[in-house]
């Protein structure tokens, strides 16, 4: 399983307005995802959380590119891409992760990505962090950009 070597993250939210961008294809494993990202912003103490959906995960980067602009602190970005017969899955997989990417690097707003490319629908459902799921991959997105965040405010207080 992926999730072996994990960090545990001790994230600080305090005064952070965060969007989570989150498709809308796969409800269940969406739920999932949205429900872990949610409380772990909760407990990180995070000012403001929006849930903004996407059509589907081929739209996330333009979406969280639209948070960033608006002024978030962060944004975490949600969605399921389950292996198809055709080359679709490579695809959508590639343009959303290669987005994500330009996103965060684009407009130095901190991207969790939680985006889960799976071979089937069970993969997913592992990592939903519903009940019985191995790993909850929308608590670790929450977590990553919060991280991040943390990450470049010490930076930025370090150069001042």
Partial sequence: MAGHGAPELTVDGAGARVAI?????????????VDGARKALAEAGVAEVELIRAPGSFEL???????????????????????????????V??????????????????????????????QALDRAGLPGSREDKGREAAEAALGARQALRSLVSALD
């Fill in 21 to 33: 961008v989150a498709s809308l294809w796969h409800t269940q494993v969406m739920n999932g995802l």
């Fill in 61 to 91: 980067p333009l979406i969280a590119q639209g948070c960033a602009v608006a002024g978030f602190d962060a944004v975490v970005a949600l969605g399921v891409i389950i292996r198809g017969g055709t080359p679709h899955f490579e695809y």
């Fill in 93 to 122: 997989s590639a343009a959303a992760t290669d987005g994500l990417t330009r996103v965060a690097l684009d407009t130095g707003v901190p991207v969790g990505f939680g985006l889960l490319t799976c071979d089937d629908e069970q």
